[in-house]
Structures are given as C-alpha cells and as structure tokens.
C-alpha cells in the first residue's frame, strides 16, 4: 500500500468505518511508515480530545425530574379533545376501514349493513367523545364554548347563533368530522350523567335509510334505535342535524334549542 | 412494567446525552432544555411507535434533530458557504510538526486547548457541518447511524464530517495562535 491510499483510508479508518482488510492493510503500512503512522495518530488523538473535552457537561438530574413530573401530567389528563379537533384522526380512519369491511362482507344482511354503514359512524363518533369526556371532565357549569372554527362552520351553511346552554344541557366539547364523506360539526353536551352529539352538515349527500318518522311538537323528526343508541335526525333548510345519544329515554328534540336565528 | 417505567429505562437514561447535543446545537441553555424536553414528550407520545429492540439513543436523536431542523435552526437558509481553499487536510498536524519534533508541539497544544474553547470552536461550525460533528466526535454515532438521523445520504455525512473537522482544526489553531499557547512556526 502506497502511503496515498493510506490516507485515503486515514477518517474511515480513525472512525471504524474501514472493512477489516482494509485496517489490516493500513496497519501493515504503518507499520513501517512513520510518517503516515505520525499521522494516524494524530488524527485518532484529535477525535478523542475532542471528545474528552466537549462532552462534559453538567448533569441534567433537574431536566430528567421535570419530563418525569410532565409525563405524570400527561398520564393524568390525555386532554386535548376538545380543544383540538383532529385528534380523532385515528378513531374516524379505523370507523372508515369498518365500513369498507363491513360494505364487502354484510351486503346481503340488510339491517346489519344499514346500521355499520349509516348508523355506526356517528354512533362510534358520539361514544368516542363520551370516553374522552368522562377521561377528562370539563368542569361544570360553563362547559367549553363552541370552537370558533366550528361556529365558523354552521355559520357558512345556516344563518343561526349556537346557545352555550340550552336549560339541562352543557356544551362540553366540538370539533369537526368527516362521515360519509360529509363534514359535520360534531357538538357534545353533557344532560346530569347522559351525553348527546349533535352533528350540523349539509344534507344532501347524506343517506340515512330505515328511520321511522315521528312528530314532536309540530315538528317532524326521524327516529332509529340501535342495540346501545338512540339516533334522530331532522333537517332545516339545506341542513341535517343528526343527535345521538346512548341515553335510549333522552328526548332529543330537546338539543335542537341550541341554535337561534341571528 | 409500566409504559412510564419503561419509558424511564429506555429513553430517560440518554437524557444527558440529548442535553449535551442540543447545548451545542442551539448554543444556550434554555433552548437546550427546551428542546430535550420537547424531544422526550415526543418520544412518550410516540412510545408505542418505537421498535422494541431497535436502536432507541438513535430514534431519540433523530426526533430531536427533525425538532431541531424544524423549530430552531438559525431562519436564514442560504447555502452555507465555507471556503476551505487554502486548508490543507493535514493542516493542524502540519503545522504542529513545524514546530520541531523536540518540543511535542502535539502534547503541549492539546493539553493548552480548554473544554470551553473546544466547545466554542464547535458551536462557530456552520449547523451542517456542527450536526454531524457532534453526533460523530461527541456522541459516537456511526456513518449509518447519522445519515438516518440527520436524513443524509451516507457520503453527504462522510463529506460534512471531513470538512467539519477540517473548519474544527483550524478555528482550534487560530485560537491557539491568537491566545499565545503557540507560537506560529516561521513562515
């Protein structure tokens, strides 16, 4: 080996990168080189210097103690739902990959694909904002007011105002979801120990077949009853609101107070 | 074991090693704190996401690199442009070796540099050039190892490195120089 291939392998070498021939190869170079050898060992000093005088560094004790104290926290409140609205990602994906299972596999089962497809949806939205409810309780009374993008939202499609309390009701938690490839404005409110969602969209693409037509107070509504849920929809204008609750006895005409006329 | 308790032995444990980086990346202390925090509230978030197994010191550093990229790295992005024309390879062997075999310039300059100029010299390194010198010199990572942290090409990570300790040696001379710890060999 020439002692310019020697130095080409000089940084390889010096950081164990080198293959094992080549490292062989090198030390018989230096073996009876000393200049190149002079060289080697400067370099592998210098790395070790530079090592040896750059990483001291006063402990950090005091840092590992105030993560452990925040991961504590995190621990004790997961949060964050009902103030950020996307943290359904995951919940909405896997309602979405259900639906395409259950499209494929229950086609012929009428019932059973009417409820995985139309129903399930809102249903495993309304549950999955009850456990990260009753996770996080927002204290009462005042419950959280409405997500300005979520006001800004229903305000796009329907001039009204949302009330923060309807009597019997508190708003807990809104975010926005995608179901049936429709946006919705997903409102949450807590009734004593039952809970209701309200989803706001247009209604247009939706298709909720199988409901029964009820009227309450003049109104007409439509009404299903699933295994664990109850689920009413009624429209306004261009607009669906679809309430869900796992309370079978709540009268959900109740929620439609929430929205006044501007 | 708890998903925390394991958390702690795992990932905690490098805590001094992410501190040590992140002092050098972004320069203060404060940052620095921020950012290992910042890194290991990520990494408890994303704990299910880790491979049992892998190599968890280097998950960790590459979170805390894509934070680093991300949120704190100087805002100007021109190229960063270093002129090493004159600098030989060998420059800081070189110039040593001219000060005569008699007085072991070599010994005498390595026990002269002190820890802060050291860290000094490395925190003046331009930030590509800095990431992977640090991850190279101070916290032992291989090529590999750096090129998936940093997300380089493994000779992007060869070339940065070579030319990161070639800007090293000489800021580290110079400063010799300027401080009188070695006289400059006659031109």
Request: glycine share 8%; charged share 35%; hydrophobic share 35%.
């Given at each position: 080996m020439t002692c310019e291939e020697a130095l080409r392998r000089l940084y390889d070498v010096i950081d164990k990168e080198a293959s094992e021939i080549d490292v062989k190869e090198v030390q018989e170079h230096l073996a009876h080189c000393e200049n190149c050898m002079a060289r080697y060992e400067f370099e592998a000093m210098f790395k070790t210097f530079v090592h040896d005088k750059a990483s001291t560094t006063a402990k950090a004790d005091d840092l590992r103690n105030r993560i452990l104290?925040?991961?504590?926290?995190?621990?004790?409140?997961?949060?964050?739902?009902?103030?950020r609205p996307f943290r359904y990602q995951a919940v909405i994906l896997a309602a979405a990959a259900a639906l395409v299972l259950c499209v494929v596999a229950a086609f012929s089962v009428a019932g059973y694909y009417r409820y995985h497809t139309f129903i399930e949806p809102f249903e495993q939205s309304h549950m999955a904002g009850v456990h990260e409810y009753h996770a996080n309780p927002v204290p009462e009374p005042g419950g959280n007011p409405c997500d300005p993008e979520v006001l800004a939202f229903i305000r796009s499609s329907i001039p009204v105002s949302v009330n923060d309390s309807i009597p019997g009701y508190v708003m807990v938690g809104s975010c926005l979801d995608n179901i049936q490839n429709n946006r919705f404005a997903h409102l949450t409110f807590a009734h004593g120990q039952s809970m209701v969602s309200l989803f706001v969209g247009n209604s247009d693409n939706v298709s909720l077949p199988g409901?029964?037509?009820?009227?309450?107070?003049?109104s007409d509504y439509y009404r299903y009853t699933c295994e664990n849920c109850q689920i009413m929809y009624w429209k306004e204008g261009s607009m669906i609101m679809i309430a869900v609750s796992e309370d079978k006895t709540l009268p959900l005409p109740e929620v439609r107070t929430v929205f006044s006329a501007i | 074991m708890s998903k925390k308790e394991k958390f702690e032995a795992e990932a905690l444990v490098h805590v001094d090693s992410l501190y040590r980086t992140a002092l050098r990346m972004t320069k203060n202390e404060n940052d620095a704190d921020d950012l290992v925090q910042e890194t290991l509230m990520k990494a408890y978030r994303f704990w299910d996401?880790?491979?049992?197994?892998s190599n968890c010191r280097a998950w960790l550093f590459k979170i805390?690199?894509?934070?680093f990229i991300n949120n704190y790295r100087a805002?100007?992005?021109?190229?960063?442009?270093?002129?090493?024309q004159d600098v030989d390879d060998d420059f800081l062997f070189g110039q040593l070796s001219a000060l005569g075999p008699s007085d072991n310039p070599e010994q005498h300059f390595f026990a002269k540099v002190f820890d802060d100029d050291v860290k000094g010299a490395i925190e003046e390194l331009p930030e590509d050039f800095r990431l992977v010198v640090v991850l190279s010199f101070l916290e032992g990572f291989s090529y590999q190892e750096i090129a998936d942290i940093a997300g380089l090409q493994i000779g992007t990570v060869k070339s940065r490195l070579h030319r990161g300790r070639k800007l090293l040696q000489k800021a580290l001379w110079d400063y010799a120089v300027k401080n009188g710890f070695i006289k400059e060999a006659a031109k």
């Open positions: 104290n925040r991961i504590d926290d995190a621990d004790e409140k997961p949060s964050g739902f009902f103030r409901f029964e037509q009820v009227t309450v107070d003049g | 996401k880790f491979e049992e197994g805390m690199t894509n934070i805002k100007s992005r021109a190229p960063q442009v270093v002129d090493l």
